[in-house]
Structure formats: structure tokens, C-alpha cells
């Protein structure tokens, strides 16, 4: 979960629009791994298509309803059932669920991989334009309180 503040109005490009919020790695070490033989296994929480946060790993990917605010503060919680189970993968933002994948076809994340916060490093996305504060990874749910 983080705060973000979008400085940058999205285009219309698919992949020119796609910043990331928190993005894996498979290759930090940059010895050569394809990400296509990794897909389940390289996690990522981004904005992408018109500003919507995101989440997924491979091609499981989640999208919410909302868009980020440009130029204002959004706090987003990117949710995941390791198991890909009943809950699923959901995203929060400012309190409200605004995303959610569960069911047979949600697959589980598999991997184990460097984290990086605010860029995608050897994914070629770029880096956040804006700013990430408070940003925090967990391995279990928290509780509501």
C-alpha cells in the first residue's frame, strides 16, 4: 500500500501511459532472463490505461474502476490471496474497493523476486512520474482496525 500523487496526464498509449506503483524483477542482476518465462512470477501494481491502478503478475491482471487523480493525493491497497483463491486480488483506493479478481480463473502469484518501488527497472517502463509516500509491503492481510 502507498500514497500517490500523479504528476502526469495519461495519452492514450498503452504502454507509454504504464507507471509503476511497485514492479518485480526476475532479472536484477540484468543476466539476460526473459520475462515471458516468468510471467506468473514478476509482480506489479502500476497506473496504465488512462491513469486506472493495476495489478497482476503475467497475464492475471486486475484494473479498478477509478482512475488516479492527477495532481492530488490517492492512497491504493493492492490486496492478494497468495493461493488465488476466494479473495482473489482486490485494490482499494481512499477506502473504497474499486477492483477485484477472484475465482477458477485467478491464478496464484508464484514468484519471489526484487520489488522495486517506482520503477520498472529492466522492464523498460520508465520510472513514476509523480510521488510515492508511506509505501509498505506485507506478506499477511491486515486486520481492518
Same mark, same amino acid.
Given at each position: 500500500?502507498?500514497?500517490?500523487?500523479?504528476?502526469?496526464?495519461?495519452?492514450?498509449?498503452?504502454?507509454?501511459?504504464?507507471?509503476?506503483?511497485?514492479?518485480?524483477?526476475?532479472?536484477?542482476?540484468?543476466?539476460?532472463?526473459?520475462?515471458?518465462?516468468?510471467?506468473?512470477?514478476?509482480?506489479?501494481?502500476?497506473?496504465?490505461?488512462?491513469?486506472?491502478?493495476?495489478?497482476?503478475?503475467?497475464?492475471?491482471?486486475?484494473?479498478?474502476?477509478?482512475?488516479?487523480?492527477?495532481?492530488?493525493?490517492?492512497?491504493?491497497?493492492?490486496?492478494?490471496?497468495?493461493? *488465488?483463491?476466494?479473495?482473489?486480488?482486490?485494490?482499494?483506493? /481512499?477506502?473504497? $474497493?474499486? @477492483?477485484?479478481?477472484? =475465482?477458477?480463473? +485467478?491464478?496464484?502469484?508464484? *514468484?519471489?523476486?526484487?520489488?522495486?518501488?517506482?520503477?520498472? /527497472?529492466?522492464? $523498460?517502463? @520508465?520510472?513514476?512520474? =509523480?510521488?510515492? +509516500?508511506?509505501?509498505?509491503?506485507?506478506?499477511?492481510?491486515?486486520?481492518?482496525?
Amino acid at each position: 500500500m502507498c500514497w500517490v500523487r500523479n504528476d502526469h496526464a495519461a495519452v492514450g498509449s498503452w504502454s507509454g501511459d504504464r507507471q509503476p506503483i511497485f514492479f518485480g524483477d526476475i532479472d536484477p542482476e540484468g543476466q539476460g532472463k526473459s520475462w515471458g518465462d516468468f510471467k506468473s512470477h514478476v509482480f506489479m501494481c502500476e497506473l496504465r490505461h488512462e491513469n486506472r491502478f493495476c495489478m497482476g503478475y503475467g497475464w492475471d491482471d486486475t484494473s479498478s474502476k477509478r482512475m488516479c487523480r492527477l495532481n492530488e493525493w490517492d492512497h491504493v491497497a493492492f490486496i492478494n490471496d497468495e493461493f *488465488g483463491g476466494d479473495e482473489g486480488k482486490k485494490i482499494i483506493v /481512499n477506502g473504497e $474497493l474499486t @477492483g477485484r479478481r477472484y =475465482g477458477e480463473g +485467478c491464478k496464484p502469484y508464484l *514468484g519471489d523476486e526484487t520489488i522495486w518501488l517506482g520503477c520498472s /527497472n529492466n522492464h $523498460l517502463k @520508465g520510472d513514476f512520474r =509523480g510521488t510515492l +509516500c508511506g509505501a509498505m509491503i506485507f506478506k499477511e492481510a491486515l486486520e481492518p482496525e
